[in-house]
């Protein structure tokens, strides 16, 4: 099977959406509460939200696909930390579990360009390996999500030279 790659457009996010939904479903129990991923669905309003990021521009929206099926997603544009000026950040890469080990990560992240910080949930050893195979190292910076239930989960920026 090969992956391609192409820019998202506003009739792919429901799809993408279903994407990231099942991604967080399966990557991150165990990382984060299973009460929050229990919960988790795709949702009309959570959709427009990203259309209108989408047209706005405010974001970047790859979508890789296998046999023409939307299979992974990601999303970047600007650093969203002030001390990382004119660096552009990696907001969300997401690969069903079905298409892990077939290239679709490393395709899109190489459709991207020039990406050098991103956010991983330290307990997501997966995510924080294939980062690390690309050559993002973990800068020592930590902050901790307090949205996902009631314990804080905490999250590392990792950041690469370009």
Do not use: I
Request: hydrophobic share 40%; proline share 6%.
């Amino acid at each position: 099977m090969s992956v391609t790659t192409r820019t998202a457009a506003p009739e792919d996010l429901m799809a993408l959406e279903a994407v990231r939904v099942a991604t967080w479903k399966d990557a991150y129990r165990g990382v984060v509460p299973d009460a929050f991923l229990d919960a988790m669905e795709v949702t009309e309003e959570r959709v427009g939200r990203q259309v209108a990021r989408l047209r706005s521009g405010a974001v970047q929206m790859l979508v890789a696909e296998l046999s023409g099926q939307p299979v992974g997603l990601l999303a970047s544009g600007p650093c969203r930390d002030d001390d990382l000026p004119g660096v552009f950040e990696l907001y969300a890469l997401y690969v069903l579990p079905a298409a892990w080990r077939h290239g679709c990560g490393t395709a899109l992240l190489q459709a991207a360009g020039d990406l050098s910080s991103l956010w991983v949930l330290a307990g997501n050893t997966r995510g924080r390996r294939f980062y690390e195979h690309h050559g993002f190292t973990h800068d020592g910076t930590v902050k901790q999500l307090d949205w996902l239930g009631p314990d804080p989960v905490p999250e590392l920026r990792y950041t690469k030279a370009t």
